[in-house]
């Protein structure tokens, strides 16, 4: 291993090869806990896609695994490692680059959304894909690599290094000398590296289509059960009535409204030079303050939040009165979670509950015909372990939300267990302070990990796809035999030696 460390470290320079055991031990975890976990070998932070050719070409020559890791943010062991393996950090791969007369941003595969959405702002311009709620931190390589439930048509090209040190351009771009402004050129070799987990090669650029803001109007309505709250969903989404529908049980708005008193003044910026004129503006800091004392919702048992962007704000306005009539059965509440929403998307303090909680999530992407069935089953899966919940101290949250012909329900489970520096070094220091302390929780952790696996399967049971496929969701051991022989085909082709991220996707 020293030698090829040296190797490297001729490479992208002495500071960006790290072998040290806290590097090494932090470059091994996501936000879960994984028993069958390996410890990575060596952690290398390339600056450009020509170093990461040079890495990869020399970490063949030693005939080592690779795994690419983006900020880590994820919870499906896509990046953490079964097998010892070289980590390629793409922290130092931010270059932005926006050609705003072709619509298009090509930016490095380790840059945050929020720093690409902050460079957007000031040309009124916004980035197409539905990017991640973890995007102050999370990089928009790890989310090409895991699909975004809200779908992938945003992307328009990138740039691969694979397994054997070959460098990749995909889309228009491929051409000799054209610039990445359209995807399909030839079949779609884009789509064949999004959502792959990096099991098909470490992505260095990412090239993501830009559109114009637009104006928007927002609702919100309380519902006595879920059932009527996805049924609504469902018409919203089927009749495109709006963009975006966002759902969160009781328990779950209780936590979202608990900002610190910085994140609380960011927001309010945040949504004020959002409101578009000064008696907007004025309308929305009070609204503000009063759900900082009552948060909005948050003594329903379920609330809708109702985000509708077109062309003007009479057109925006006109369908959000279409939706009033769909959920005619809500009530209707405070607007304000939708519209922070959008003024303020990106944040990562929901990656632990109020006081500190552990959290993990599992998630599928229904059909719309299918939504109702599916959450009905789930509620009746935790009911019947609700002794069990208790007696152990998790308590369930749940998140339902859309953004076109599907729904995406997201159970998600708290507990109190110690935390691990990936959460630490996330947090504020007043939350440092206050949660870093707690004692290990093995029941807790045991708990949440069955009951994942039993609402994985429910899910399935009700024709759920999954993004974030990583180590935990089935993909290839639930196709049938032609596609998974393609896909096992395309993985040999392209890794012969299955040393690119062994084991996500199955393979
Ligand atoms: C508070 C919070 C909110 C979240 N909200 C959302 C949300 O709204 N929507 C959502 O989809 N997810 C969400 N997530 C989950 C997660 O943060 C996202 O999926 C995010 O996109 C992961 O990006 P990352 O940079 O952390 O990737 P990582 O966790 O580092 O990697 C994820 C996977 O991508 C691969 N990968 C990473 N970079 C590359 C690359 N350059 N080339 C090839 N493969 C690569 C890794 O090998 C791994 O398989 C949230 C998480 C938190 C903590």
Redesign the pocket.
Known sequence: MAELAARLRAIVGADNVRDDAVALALAST??FDWPDAATAELVVRPGSSEETAGVLRAVAEARRAV?????????TA??VSFVPAVV?D?AR?HAIAIDAGNLVATVG??TTWAALAERLQPLHLRIAAPA????S???V?????????GGMDGFVGAT?VLVDGTLVRTGSAARRGTSAFWRHHGPDLTGLFLG???AF????ELSLRLAPEKPADFASFAFGDAAGLVAALVELMRGQVVTRGFAMDRLRARAAAKLEPGEAARTLGAVVARAGSVGQALRDTAQLARVALSPAGSEAPWALHLTAEADSERAAAERIAAAREICAAGREIDNVIPKTLRAKPF?????IGPEGERWVPVHGIVPLTRAVAAMAALESAIADEQRELDRVGLAVNWVVSSMGAYVTIEPMFYWRDALEPIHLDALSPRNRERFGAFAANPEGRALARRLRLRLRDVLDAHDAVH??I?RFYRFTEQMDDGSAALVRRIKAALDPDGRM?PG?LGL
């Open positions: 996501d936000l795994v690419p890791r983006g900020a880590g943010l994820s919870y896509g990046a390629i793409t791969l595969a380790g991640p709620i973890s995007g931190h999370s990089t390589g790890g989310a090409a690599a895991q699909n975004l439930p691969v792959d987990c990096g090669g470490v992505k260095t944040s990562v303090r929901g990656m993004a974030q990583g991220n996500v």
